[in-house]
């Protein structure tokens, strides 16, 4: 089956801190890879996305993804948060063939402490 | 340029009325696709489009919700004699279609209450 999973519901940082934000999924083959972030009353906007070749992506704000294809992970970090980073975080994947069709990790919700 | 829009940005229907969603994806983007948000269950995937032909629409939930494309635009969601447990954000989005490392980019949604 395929599915994506993201172990914690629910983080607290404090403003400066460092920030992991794990994701692990099941799927036949390499999928593609996404994070996107929900602010509250904003849309969703992607962050990084990896399709292939570097397994250490860079993405907007700060954000930064590594791929590791033994542990089917691509957990999101960021060295030091941000206030404004405060939102929910979708791990996704999608196939690679013409149906791109995207699966939904449940998310994390992310909350900055000043 | 324009991004991917929706309207209604609310509804406010009665359980058993039909409703419309719309969907005005970015112009010259081929695929589309719908989503569901929904408190509990995460985002889900409805249903895709390439041109005006739905090749996927394995994630509509059941007989009452069907989709169309004209024009290889814009799109039209509806949801038939509709439940309370169709409450959510319906959510739309487009990219190119073609092959590579592309995008999808999604539109602000519409929020469905269903009372």
């Known amino acids: 089956a395929q599915s994506v999973t993201q172990p914690d519901i629910h983080i607290t940082v404090s403003e400066g801190a460092s920030l992991e934000l794990r994701c692990n999924y099941s799927y036949g083959a390499t999928p593609y890879l996404f994070w996107y972030v929900q602010s509250p009353g904003q849309g969703l906007q992607l962050l990084l996305k990896?399709?292939?070749?570097d397994t250490l992506v860079q993405g907007i704000k700060g954000f930064e993804a590594e791929f590791k294809r033994s542990q089917s992970s691509f957990n999101l970090r960021k060295p030091s948060v941000h206030w404004s980073d405060a939102a929910e975080y979708f791990c996704?994947?999608?196939?690679?063939?013409?149906?791109?069709?995207?699966?939904w990790g449940l998310g994390t919700s992310l909350a900055v402490n000043p | 340029g324009a991004g991917v829009s929706q309207s209604p940005s609310n509804k406010v229907t009665e359980k058993g009325k039909d409703v419309e969603l719309r969907c005005d994806p970015i112009s010259g983007h081929t695929a589309l696709y719908w989503y569901r948000q929904s408190l509990g269950q995460g985002l889900e995937f409805l249903i895709y489009f390439q041109g005006n032909s739905a090749p996927d629409k394995s994630g509509l939930p059941s007989d009452r919700f069907s989709a169309e494309r004209t024009g290889g635009s814009v799109s039209t969601l509806t949801i038939q004699r509709t439940q309370q447990e169709d409450s959510a954000v319906y959510l739309c989005?487009?990219?190119?279609?073609?092959?590579?490392?592309?995008?999808?980019?999604f539109g602000p949604g519409t929020r469905l209450l269903v009372l």
């Open positions: 996704v994947i999608s196939g690679t063939g013409n149906n791109r069709k995207l699966i």
């Open positions: 990896y399709f292939s070749g």
């Open positions: 989005a487009s990219s190119l279609g073609g092959q590579g490392a592309e995008t999808q980019y």
